[in-house]
């Protein structure tokens, strides 16, 4: 057995290989010595190569956000396809349940700061990955939390289950925004507001006083952090995580 935690790369296999919503799919590593792994802290991401003799891909490090509550046997990364790009094709298309993967030890800052203090988690699209695992972990000792997710639809709303079930469970606040809901998506069902994060929205149903959490592409990011700051939230209570293909 090893060592919980470890140095350089270490081999991680992949047990389960499951879909999220069209696009996004999550991947489940254990460590191939039966080992214990490094808890992670929530919000951290996990850098890692394909394990492989091709060239296309040997040696290409990659970093992916770990999705789940922190925990010392298993990882999970949730991946969305990027059309063109090199790495996530591979996990979506090759990589199979018993793979191998190389990773490091997770690692980043974009941690929680402050658990006392009330805490906005702001996701836009599959930026939703390490808020995720902060939500996971913070839900099951408070509820002073407020969870908003803006995605186009239905069709590609990751986690929202899992979602429901802790604000239900827990008392967490729950918003969700949809960009472009479907004919049968259906508001205060499926979905609380139509368009986008709007100044007013947060001027009107947000503590400003709050700690903020954000992730999503680099539009909803500066989108977000534009209305904080006009609002007057002190940009040192502002963390963000920019996803970008």
């Given at each position: 057995m090893t060592n919980t935690a470890w140095t350089n790369f270490r081999e991680l296999i992949l047990v389960d290989k499951v879909p999220v919503c069209?696009?996004?799919t999550s991947f489940y590593f254990?460590?191939?010595?039966g080992g214990k792994l490094v808890k992670h802290t929530p919000g951290q991401f996990l850098p890692f190569k394909i394990k492989t003799n091709d060239p296309k891909y040997k040696d290409v490090l990659r970093t992916y956000s770990l999705s789940m509550f922190p925990n010392e046997y298993t990882y999970r990364i949730?991946?969305?396809?990027?059309?063109?790009?090199?790495?996530?094709?591979?996990?979506?298309?090759?990589?199979?349940?018993?793979?191998?993967?190389?990773?490091?030890?997770?690692?980043?800052?974009?941690?929680?700061?402050?658990?006392?203090?009330?805490t906005v988690l702001i996701s836009g699209g599959i930026g939703i990955t390490p808020l995720l695992s902060m939500l996971y972990a913070e839900s099951s000792t408070r509820n002073n939390i407020h969870f908003i997710q803006a995605?186009?639809?239905?069709?590609?709303?990751?986690?929202?289950?899992?979602?429901?079930?802790?604000?239900?469970?827990?008392?967490?606040?729950?918003?969700?925004?949809?960009?472009?809901?479907l004919a049968e998506d259906?508001?205060?069902?499926d979905y609380n507001y139509k368009g986008y994060i709007s100044k007013e929205f947060l001027k009107e149903n947000i503590n400003l006083n709050s700690d903020f959490y954000l992730c999503g592409p680099p539009p909803f990011m500066?989108?977000?952090?534009?209305?904080?700051?006009?609002l007057g939230v002190n940009k040192a209570n502002i963390y963000y995580e920019l996803f970008s293909s």
């Open positions: 069209p696009g996004i254990k460590a191939k010595d949730s991946v969305k396809k990027i059309e063109g790009g090199l790495i996530s094709p591979y996990l979506h298309e090759n990589l199979k349940i018993g793979d191998s993967i190389e990773a490091m030890v997770p690692t980043g800052l974009f941690t929680i700061k402050n658990k006392t203090n009330d995605v186009q639809n239905s069709s590609v709303h990751p986690f929202k289950e899992d979602i429901e079930n802790i604000a239900n469970l827990s008392g967490i606040k729950n918003t969700v925004f949809y960009s472009s809901p259906k508001e205060s069902v500066k989108s977000v952090e534009s209305h904080l700051l006009e």
